[in-house]
């Protein structure tokens, strides 16, 4: 039975994860795509943000995919194997928190899985720009660039070349075998990514001995997400005020946020992400007949307040 080859796509929170996505499937390849994508917390985003495009997105908001969800992650897969013929390959996307060994251990550790597919390549996109302080405080990111094949060292535009020259020098301290690409925005051809057998159980296994054992993956406790939602149009003047002063105060302890704007008046969403006090927002799909129209945020971060963020949030509601 021919295996279909599988790329996990890992990262930490804000490193451009959807926007190598994104890429992959706007990119003129002849291949079709099975996606899934994971998030850390109970309202989906990435979802959204991923573009219109043929392929079926599965999505995975109840959990890290590393920790609850890997009994998911096995019964989408087992769904798709029954549907083979309509896709070339999958695609996983991880959320940011995702330690990319047990994700990996799923296509060795389950009977049907493993005579099923093939574990293609871990690629891992690091942020030039936050990626030393992320080493600080979280393990996370240190194990997405250890288990990593192939590895994009992005956003090297928000850095000096001493910086980039820096950054490369500790990655390849954790890794020295993985291929390093320097990108922005995660611009780089998607034949140098994809189908390149780049995964080596060998070299995991020298890594981590008891990496086919199953064992407990933990989160940092301070780490948590809040979601919030509201079924009437925000004022844009009073979103981007309430978020940007946001950013200014909580900054350093808002790792990721991002969200599906509906703006009042606007024919097309509105879309925002930010990592720590960088933010960006800008149009995104139009509002089609039918839709359901709402906005959608989700804060990842430490020490979040909901109740003041919900307070804050709907406060930006238009009059």
């Known amino acids: 039975m021919d295996q279909v080859p599988v790329t996990v796509l890992t990262g930490y929170l804000g490193a451009g994860k959807t926007t190598l996505l994104n890429r992959v499937l706007s990119e003129q390849h002849g291949k079709k795509y099975a996606v899934i994508v994971n998030e850390f917390g109970e309202l989906g985003i990435d979802n959204e943000l991923v573009v219109d495009a043929e392929e079926e997105v599965f ?22 194997m029954k549907r083979k013929g309509r896709f070339d390959a999958i695609l996983i996307e991880t959320t940011g928190l995702a330690d990319p060994a047990p994700v990996a251990q799923t296509f060795f550790v389950d009977d049907d899985v493993r005579s099923r597919t093939k574990l293609d390549s871990i690629i891992t996109v690091v942020d030039a720009k936050n990626f030393l ?27 000096s070349p001493e910086e980039v020259a820096q950054v490369e020098a500790r990655i390849r301290s954790l890794n020295s075998l993985a291929q390093v690409h320097r990108t922005n925005h995660c611009e780089m051809p998607v034949t140098d990514l994809l189908d390149q057998g780049a995964f080596d159980l060998d070299r995991i296994l ?32 009073k979103f981007h005020g309430w978020i940007s002063n946001l950013l200014i105060s909580r900054g350093l302890d808002i790792l990721r946020c991002k969200g599906i704007i509906d703006v009042k008046n606007s024919p097309v969403r509105f879309v925002f992400q930010g990592v720590h006090m960088l933010m960006d927002g800008r149009a995104g799909k139009p509002w089609q007949d039918g839709d359901t129209r709402e906005s959608k945020f989700v804060l990842i971060g430490r020490n979040l307040d909901p ?13």
């Open 59 to 80: 999505e995975m908001n109840n959990g890290c995919i590393c920790c609850t969800v890997c009994g998911d992650l096995i019964r989408i897969i087992e769904g798709l």
């Open 133 to 159: 302080q992320r080493l600080e405080d979280s393990h996370e990111a240190a194990e997405q660039v250890a288990f990593a094949d192939i590895i994009l060292l992005n956003k090297v535009d928000l850095v």
């Open 206 to 237: 020298e890594i981590e001995p008891k990496f086919l054992e199953e064992e407990e993956h933990e989160h940092d406790a301070e780490i948590g997400s809040v979601s919030l939602r509201a079924t009437r149009p925000l004022d844009q003047e």
């Open 307 to 319: 109740t003041a963020l919900k307070t804050g949030f709907e406060a930006c509601i238009a009059a």
